[in-house]
T-cell receptor, first 113, second 120 residues
């Protein structure tokens, strides 16, 4: 069984500052992938970044980076230079040997001008 | 490339009725998955289809069913609707052959805008 825990229901950040969204996971799969998605109020799930369990380096995609600490089973998302358009719900998710995602409960991020 | 298309965007149904939701994946994608999103339960996996075969199924009652056609388009059906079926239903597609060397899936699911179903 897989479990994703996001302990921050809501977060506020000032525009242009960096913010870290927390994600911890638990799984019995020996190999797995970790994903972050953004869901604006429109409802669409937008893929942000991926980290494989055997990847040695932390993933980065533009202003997004994933702080992967395997021993601690954490996969935190770091957004640098926040923009007003970053305000949305953010979900951490995991996939193991089966192509199905287990999602966390999400973090509502609000960027303040 | 066109994204994942879900129709309709909004649906209002009455308890006891049935509903069919449609999903057209990204061209070339053969895997289609369905997820239910509710405020109380969050995002939950319903099922996944690949080449017209159901590969995985989540923990939902038999009232929830789906199918995939030869062109990879998928439909999801919910029979005997209950108030608790009110939710955002998200469809996602992904390509084949996207496993990492360690066996885990490494390509993201691409989601549609969802169908918001309200059961009254």
């Amino acid at each position: 069984a897989q479990k994703i825990t996001q302990t921050q229901p809501g977060m506020f950040v000032q525009e242009k500052e960096a913010v870290t969204l927390d994600c911890t996971y638990d799984t019995s799969d020996p190999s797995y992938g970790l994903f972050w998605y953004k869901q604006p109020s429109s409802g669409e799930m937008i893929f942000l970044i991926y980290q494989g369990s055997y990847d040695q380096q932390n993933a980065t995609e533009g202003r997004y980076s994933l702080n992967f600490q395997k021993a601690r089973k954490s996969a935190n998302l770091v957004i640098s230079a926040s923009q007003l358009g970053d305000s949305a719900m953010y979900f951490c998710a995991m996939a193991g040997s089966a192509r199905q995602l287990t999602f966390g409960s999400g973090t509502q991020l609000t960027v303040l001008p | 490339k066109a994204g994942v298309t879900q129709t309709p965007r909004y649906l209002i149904k009455t308890r006891g009725q049935q509903v069919t939701l449609s999903c057209s994946p990204i061209s070339g994608h053969r895997s289609v998955s369905w997820y239910q999103q509710t405020p109380g339960q969050g995002l939950q996996f319903l099922f996944e289809y690949f080449s017209e075969t159901q590969r995985n199924k989540g923990n939902f009652p038999g009232r929830f069913s789906g199918r995939q056609f030869s062109n990879s388009r998928s439909e999801m059906n919910v029979s005997t609707l209950e108030l608790g079926d009110s939710a955002l239903y998200l469809c996602a597609s992904s390509g084949a052959g996207d496993r990492s060397s360690d066996g885990s899936y490494n390509s993201p699911l691409h989601f549609g805008n969802g169908t918001r179903l309200t059961v009254t």
